[in-house]
């Protein structure tokens, strides 16, 4: 597949309460540079990374990356375990931290810094996630979603 060796990246402009639209002219010229062949899209509402994670899969994307921070991160974990048409672990996937907590990223000691945060991913270390599955229930309808990191209900 043409796509399998090229990152698929999904950018959330909300995150950290907007700073990732307002970062993204400087984060979008590191990454192009140091991803030459990279696809890059847009989320526009909520749950629309889970849509973009299986559209890129389809299309034979194995490499995934997200632009935001723990609620973009949740969306595209959900989106990769969601997905039907490969097992979820032949997808390599990677968060470019911009959010306000960044949870995810301090549990694994994954770097904030751009440079070092560049050297990982060239490096090509990956690790498993394990997960959680949640089941609750909304209006009278059972929902399934996965966590990575905490859950919580309001």
């Known amino acids: 597949m043409q796509n399998e060796n090229h990152w698929y990246i999904i950018v959330n402009p909300a995150a950290g309460n907007g700073e990732a639209?307002?970062?993204?002219?400087?984060?979008k010229s590191i990454l192009t540079e140091a991803f030459?062949?990279?696809?890059?899209?847009?989320s526009q509402y909520r749950?629309?990374?889970?849509?973009?994670?299986a559209e890129a899969v389809e299309a034979g994307f194995r490499k995934i990356m997200a632009v935001g921070g723990d609620g973009t991160n949740h969306e595209v974990a959900n989106g990769i375990l969601m997905q039907n048409t490969v097992p979820s672990t032949e997808i390599t996937y990677v968060l470019f931290p911009?959010?306000?907590?960044n949870d995810?990223?301090?549990?694994?000691?994954?770097?904030?810094d751009t440079n070092q945060w560049l050297k990982m991913v060239?490096?090509?270390?990956t690790f498993q996630q394990d997960v959680g599955?949640?089941?609750y229930h909304q209006s009278g309808v059972s929902n399934l979603?996965?966590?990575?990191n905490v859950s919580g209900l309001a």
């Open 133 to 135: 599955l949640l089941e």
């Open 36 to 42: 030459p062949y990279a696809s890059i899209v847009y």
């Open 98 to 101: 911009v959010g306000t907590g």
């Open 104 to 112: 995810w990223i301090k549990t694994h000691g994954i770097p904030k």
């Open 21 to 27: 639209k307002r970062l993204w002219p400087g984060i």
């Open 122 to 125: 060239h490096a090509g270390k």
């Open 47 to 53: 749950d629309h990374a889970l849509e973009l994670v």
């Open 145 to 148: 979603r996965y966590f990575v």
